[in-house]
């Protein structure tokens, strides 16, 4: 049985940062993508970031190019995203998941197993 944890969540001011962790365990992995997706209040869970096992390839969402940044551990079954210069939408449970190998999907449906989220709350 997978399971995947999130930490590092908490609150931020405005222009702050954040790192989260994401650990997954349960079975070997091998060429697994992972991926961080997001949710925000009465809104529908969005991709952020992700990564392939290589870290080759790390597409992002528009709304954090360039502030957010996914790595992934040398123990290939951890990942982390470097939150940078936070801003007040970017308020949201922070979901992290783990897909298959191939081209890393930025829907939903290209990840299996999630872990149960983390907040993170910018305050202006």
């Known amino acids: 049985q997978v399971q995947v944890v999130e930490s590092g969540g908490g609150l931020v001011q405005a222009g702050g940062a954040l790192r989260l962790s994401c650990a997954a365990s349960g079975r070997t992995f091998i060429n697994n993508n992972m991926g961080w997706f997001r949710q925000a209040l009465g809104k529908e869970r969005e991709f952020v970031a992700g990564?392939?096992?290589?870290?080759?390839?790390?597409p992002y969402a528009d709304s954090v190019k360039g502030r957010f940044t996914i790595s992934r551990g040398s123990a290939k079954n951890t990942v982390y995203l470097q939150m940078n210069s936070l801003k007040r939408e970017d308020t949201a449970v922070y979901y992290c998941?783990?897909?298959?190998?191939?081209?890393?999907?930025?829907?939903?449906?290209?990840?299996?197993?999630w872990g149960q989220g983390t907040q993170v709350t910018v305050s202006s």
């Open positions: 990564i392939n096992w290589s870290g080759g390839s790390t």
């Open positions: 998941a783990m897909g298959n190998y191939g081209p890393v999907s930025i829907t939903t449906n290209g990840y299996t197993y």
